[in-house]
């Protein structure tokens, strides 16, 4: 079974940029999709990346596009979310996610769909 633990998170002024990092752990990891999510106070938990087991196919939301980079570096067991220009609207909890049962089809912007959630760590964009 693959744990995850979130790292980098902070705060950071509207225009800057900050990295977070999903550590996993468990042989399964190789062949998760995995997936960042993000969570603002008072609203639903919402899609932010994805990325499917080789690191070649990449899935974004409108939100983040062209500002945002989802990357896994396989030996090291670790998916990073690289987030550019940042704003405000930014400010969330970001949780990471896998969906470690090995399924190749099905809609990886579907939170229900992952099997394992790490802790998330806090990413503040002040405005």
């Known amino acids: 079974q693959v744990q995850l633990v979130e790292s980098g998170g902070g705060l950071v002024q509207a225009g800057g940029s900050l990295r977070v990092s999903c550590a996993a752990s468990g042989r399964t990891f190789s062949r998760s999709v995995m997936g960042w999510f993000r969570q603002a106070p008072g609203k639903e938990r919402e899609f932010a990346a994805a990325i499917d087991r080789s690191g070649l196919i990449t899935l974004y939301a409108d939100s983040v596009k062209g500002r945002f980079t989802i990357s896994r570096d396989i030996p090291k067991n670790t998916v990073y979310l690289q987030m550019n220009s940042l704003k405000p609207e930014d400010t969330a909890v970001y949780y990471c996610?896998?969906?470690?049962?090995?399924?190749?089809?099905?809609?990886?912007?579907?939170?229900?769909?992952?099997?394992?959630w790490g802790q998330g760590t806090q990413v503040t964009v002040p405005s």
């Open positions: 996610a896998a969906e470690s049962r090995g399924r190749t089809f099905f809609n990886y912007r579907g939170r229900t769909e992952y099997d394992v």
